[in-house]
């Protein structure tokens, strides 16, 4: 058994103490248990993400992976024969980048303003709410492949119902070609994006709302306030942490798109956002070193956004604590 | 009738009004997809906006192709067995972050959010590699591999914020008995986690069963495919006639198991969904 | 049954020094209370005994053993805890045999001592019962159970009873006191409630600040407190503490002025005190006389209160703002607005320095 010294103790000088055998025992022991879920996470991201760093320094491509040779920069840049090449000169990368942002921006904002709206109207006192808020889960539940089909189809230049309806209503005089034309397509795949992620928004800004105090809205009520003033006074204001949060969570997500483009209107160029154009060249051309490039430009651009907006939710945070 | 009636009135058609069309919103596309799968081939093209008729025509052209039956057990097998590696390495991992106190312990939480951000594509290149060098090429055991890059982080999230919601004197007690951490986890714990661990096993079935991207690009043949891309993929004999009817009916197969759970474990999702997203 | 010694405990939590020096031994079979302001570490404390909170520096023995490392199930110790903290998902029975089964006790074993315990705890016909389907003094008796039945040396107590109402508390309290008397076993016990402190234990350890104030018998503390502290802690209501001067000082006592009772001949011995300096005069409401007066030396009635059996009566004080207080058997004849004089009981009355330390009585420090 161990004996325990007494030692002479300055008691203003607080000695950092190493713990008992119990807590240490405790910590080993967490670490132990988040051992595997490191590892596995280092397996299937952090090494990968190295990896993906390390292609896009070379010219490897999928079937010659193992002995690529290393070429510095010239996936990203390269001046040869008196012109520039590489990723940063491909206009087509410029586009899908635009795109990629273009996509987000507006469906993330699209989401937002109709996702409170929803909770709006969930949030009132109503027979068959519940089955309501239940049927408001559908379109989120549904896969992005199916959603991306069951629209694809309803937009058909042909047979689709889209332009079936608005035919019938007198709005168009031919049918649109939704997911080909270049004016359209963009639109169509945001309409569907919006369709499908309305419900998560919805429903972070509901929890929201349902936690907000009661008397406020009374004390409105009393004071005669009208319920569009109350709305953008109150409710507003106090849900706006929770639908950042949406907000950013659904703007990553945005971000790196590929699944309902990739279905609705393949690799067409105007609507190629970067994970379709780096997929395009990795798999597609096989060209793993420019495609690497490409991803790890995609990657740094939603790191760079990630951070901005830990920096300035930081900032906002401290500010709003003084 | 007062104008102060007709106001009230006003508002509470109009109201019904907007339940209805958030309604349409949610279930119509679901609901043309069904009516579309019921039609015989003949009546495809002709848009209409009732059932009018019952043809399982289309579903028996799916299911009598074997590598849509393959697709679904695919589907299945991966996404449960990333369900059962999500929750495993989740609880105990869960419980390290959110009931010892240990230093690193922020960094570890940085890096698991940061996992849960990062664009698929990021990983392709090098994820490729890593299956291919294992063996895992075209093997559904590869899929279940890498689907725990996004199932992993969020399963460790949201079980953590449930984990520290447990009353300390429960676990001080157990300590008191003379459990360790593994008899605490899973005699005390466990039993009290289940409604959590229902919860995100069931995102984290919903994920891996939605999962497009890695699914396509690391499986070959149709009988490694798993219903997305297996529908992705469903071609007719031209690029311009595809055949609407067999997608639909497949499309309504793979949804209609999912909309029921969501159905019935709504509450369950919603408090979910916002654990992960808003107590974060 | 174990003794238990504190040896200069110290516990910090960052910068926070929330332990210091506790010396203190505790004996086979006693029932020791920890009292003390909220905050002050009882919790902390009896955690460090349980081995809850790991000791910073110290040594604590349990028996002849030293403990500081070991884990709490080796230290052979029970804990209740303020919220029970009963495992929801388990039976009576299966909550009690936990700890047993841990220690891999064979099954007879178990049933027979959860049995056991039960009997004791007149628990036999709720042990197939969820704790959702128990009462609150039943679930405090599955906790205090549960704590029992590995049989441990000590058992540890932290404000078992505060979350039961007033007349459930007694008669829980009344429980605890028979077990202890039955089991013999060593306890340690923590608590808020004056009344459970004074009826229960065999030695009071009354705490401030992470220190130990005094240890003592429940007559000791309340006759002859060492501390303002512990004067104005034990006792209920509480002492009356009136500003007063040395006016002289021998060895056959002191003789002290205080405002609104004039001169008294005290047998306290003077010490190191001589005339002039200034002392506080500790007098508690039972040891207070009354007498019609008027002028300097008689206080003003605000309040009198009927508490049936007895009486309280309040003072408007001349210096400071906290009423004095007389207390009394029912009737009373007293009225508010009346005025009369405060007689204290010459040999009840207590000495505090500036410094708050108490001035001992002649013949103790004859005796000593
Ligand atoms: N884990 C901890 N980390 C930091 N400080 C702590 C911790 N536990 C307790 N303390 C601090 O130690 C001091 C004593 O706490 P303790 O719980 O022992 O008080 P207590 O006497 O039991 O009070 P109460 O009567 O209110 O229960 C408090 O100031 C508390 O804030
Ligand atoms: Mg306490």
Redesign the pocket.
């Known amino acids: 058994m161990t004996t325990t010294t007494t030692l002479p103790r300055a008691p203003e000088r607080a000695r950092p103490y190493r713990g008992t055998k119990v807590r240490r025992q405790r910590v080993r022991a967490a670490w132990t248990f988040l051992a595997p879920m490191l590892i596995t996470l280092a397996l299937v991201a952090g090494w990968p993400l190295l990896r993906t760093f390390y292609f896009s320094l070379t010219d490897g491509t999928l079937s010659t992976l193992g002995d690529a040779s290393f070429i510095g920069l010239e996936n990203y840049l390269v001046y040869d024969n008196g012109a520039w090449y590489g990723l940063l000169t491909d206009p087509l990368w410029w586009r899908s980048v635009w795109n990629t942002v273009f996509f987000a921006v507006v469906s993330v904002s699209l989401e937002a303003v109709f996702g409170v709206i929803v909770a709006l109207i969930l949030n009132a006192e109503f027979r068959g709410r519940m089955l309501v808020r239940a049927a408001v889960l559908i379109p989120w539940a549904i896969p992005t492949i199916v959603s991306a089909k069951m629209w694809a189809w309803m937009l058909n230049d042909q047979f689709g119902i889209i332009n079936h309806l608005l035919m019938a209503l007198g709005l168009i005089d031919s049918p649109i070609a939704w997911t080909a034309s270049a004016t359209y397509s963009m639109w169509a795949v945001i309409m569907v994006d919006v369709w499908k992620t309305i419900p998560f928004v919805a429903l972070l800004a509901l929890a929201a709302m349902q936690m907000l105090p009661r008397d406020c809205y009374e004390a409105a009520e009393v004071d005669g306030i009208h319920p569009i003033k109350v709305f953008f006074k109150v409710t507003l204001p106090l849900i706006t942490p929770a639908l950042m949060v949406a907000v950013i969570f659904r703007m990553l997500d945005a971000l790196r798109v590929f699944d309902v483009i990739y279905v609705l209107t393949s690799n067409a160029s105007n609507t190629m956002t970067m994970s379709i154009y780096a997929r395009q060249q990795l798999v597609e051309f096989q060209d793993v070193g420019y495609g690497s490039a490409a991803s790890t430009l995609l990657f740094l651009i939603i790191a760079l956004a990630t951070v901005a907006y830990l920096y300035v939710g930081r900032k906002q945070l401290q500010l709003g604590g003084d | 009738m007062t104008s102060r009636q007709f106001r009230r009135l006003a508002t509470r058609v109009g109201f019904w009004v907007l339940v209805a069309v958030v309604l349409i919103y949610a279930i119509f596309p679901f609901y043309y997809a069904v009516i579309t799968s019921l039609k015989p081939s003949s009546e495809l093209f002709t848009v209409s906006y009732w059932l009018d008729s019952l043809d399982v025509s289309n579903y028996v052209t799916i299911f009598s192709q074997g590598s849509f039956v393959r697709a679904i057990f695919n589907s299945i097998l991966v996404s449960i067995s990333v369900v059962a590696i999500a929750l495993l390495l989740g609880v105990t991992a869960s419980y390290a972050l959110g009931r010892v106190r240990f230093r690193g312990r922020t960094t570890v939480m940085l890096v698991i959010l940061g996992v849960s951000m990062f664009p698929q594509v990021a990983v392709l290149s090098g994820l490729f590699e890593v299956i291919r060098g294992l063996g895992l090429y075209n093997n559904p055991a590869g899929l279940i591999l890498s689907y725990t890059i996004f199932t992993l982080p969020f399963t460790v999230w949201v079980l953590t914020t449930f984990m520290k919601q447990l009353p300390m004197e429960l676990e001080e007690a157990a300590i008191m008995d003379g459990a360790t951490p593994w008899v605490t986890i899973t005699k005390v714990f466990l039993p009290l986690m289940w409604p959590a661990m229902a919860t995100t096993g069931l995102l984290a079935f919903i994920a891996a069963w939605n999962e497009f991207l890695f699914a396509l690009t690391f499986t070959l043949t149709d009988s490694q495919r798993t219903v997305p891309v297996a529908i992705a993929l469903i071609s007719g004999g031209s690029q311009h006639e595809l055949p609407w009817g067999p997608i639909m009916a497949a499309s309504v197969t793979v949804t209609v198991p999912l909309v029921i759970l969501v159905m019935i474990f709504q509450r369950r999702i919603v408090s979910g969904l916002t654990a992960g997203a808003v107590k974060g | 049954m174990a003794s238990v010694k504190l040896d200069k405990l110290n516990?910090v939590?960052?910068h926070?020094h929330?332990?210091k020096d506790v010396d203190l031994g505790i004996g086979d079979g006693e029932f020791v209370v920890?009292v003390?302001?909220?905050?002050?570490?009882?919790?902390?404390?009896?955690?460090l005994i349980a081995g809850l909170?790991s000791i910073t520096d110290g040594e604590l023995r349990i028996g002849e053993q030293v403990v500081n490392d070991l884990p709490p199930r080796e230290r052979g110790v029970g804990m209740v805890f303020?919220s029970y903290a009963l495992y929801p998902h388990m039976t009576v029975y299966e909550n009690m045999a936990f700890g047993l089964k841990l220690a891999k006790t064979a099954n007879e074993t178990i049933e027979e001592r959860v049995m056991a315990t039960a009997r004791i705890l007149q628990l036999e016909e709720l042990l197939h019962r969820k704790p959702k389907e128990l009462s609150g003094g039943q679930r405090q008796r599955v906790a205090m159970g549960r704590a029992m039945a590995r049989e441990p040396r000590i058992l540890l107590f932290?404000?078992p009873l505060s979350n039961l109402d007033a007349s459930l508390r007694v008669q829980m309290r009344n429980e605890i006191a028979r077990l202890h008397q039955r089991l013999g076993a060593t306890v340690i016990y923590?608590t808020?409630d004056q009344v459970e402190a004074m009826t229960l234990a065999d030695k009071i350890v009354v705490?401030n600040a992470?220190q130990v104030e005094q240890v003592g018998t429940p007559q000791e503390l309340y006759q002859r407190p060492l501390t303002k502290f512990v004067a104005g802690f034990i006792g209920s209501p509480t002492m009356n503490f009136l500003p007063a001067e040395m006016v002289a000082g021998t060895t056959e006592g002191c003789r002290v002025h205080a405002n609104g009772i004039g001169e008294l001949d005290l047998p306290q011995d003077p010490g190191r005190h001589g005339a002039g300096d200034a002392l506080t005069l500790g007098v508690r409401p039972e040891h207070l006389g009354l007498a019609p007066a008027s002028g300097d030396n008689s206080f003003e009635i605000v309040n009198v209160e009927y508490l049936g059996n007895e009486v309280y009566i309040y003072f408007e004080p001349k210096d400071g703002d906290t009423l004095l207080i007389h207390r009394s058997e029912a009737p009373s004849c007293w009225e508010i607005g009346q005025h009369a004089a405060l007689l204290p009981s010459v040999a009840n009355v207590h000495l505090f320095d500036s410094d708050g330390c108490a001035l001992a009585l002649i013949s103790t420090r004859d005796a000593a």
């Open positions: 516990k939590f960052g926070d929330i332990i920890f003390g302001p909220s905050g002050c570490g009882k919790s902390t404390l009896l955690r909170e303020q932290d404000e923590v808020h705490l992470g």
